[in-house]
């Protein structure tokens, strides 16, 4: 069974920058579609960006332009590199694998905080 380890959350002040990875176990990594997912407290959790196995990439529109997503299949990690960071990207980031809509597995999710 696969399992996502999710580091690189913390605090840090508005216009900041972080790096999310999440390290993948499983030799099924290079075929996963693998998404970054946030939750904040009292809202719905959202996808924030998703990689297919094939290397495109998709944001949401808050996100755009401030946040790239990677993956490196030898090293089975994807990455959320996150710039100019605003207090309302605070919340706790997920890491998922995604088959078609459905998520099939969650990793236990970082931190972020952005202070204004």
């Known amino acids: 069974q696969v399992q996502l380890v999710e580091s690189g959350g913390g605090l840090v002040q508005a216009g900041g920058s972080l790096r999310l990875s999440c390290v993948a176990s499983g030799s099924t990594f290079s075929i996963s579609d693998m998404g970054w997912y946030r939750q904040a407290p009292g809202k719905r959790r959202e996808l924030v960006a998703l990689?297919?196995?094939?290397?495109?990439?998709s944001y949401t529109d808050s996100v755009k332009g401030r946040c790239t997503i990677s993956r490196d299949n030898a090293k089975n990690t994807v990455s959320l590199q996150m710039n100019s960071l605003k207090p309302e990207d605070t919340a706790v980031y997920y890491c998922?694998?995604?088959?078609?809509?459905?998520?099939?597995?969650w990793g236990q999710g970082t931190q972020v905080t952005v202070s204004s």
């Open positions: 990689i297919t196995a094939g290397g495109s990439t």
């Open positions: 998922a694998v995604r088959k078609g809509i459905f998520i099939t597995t």
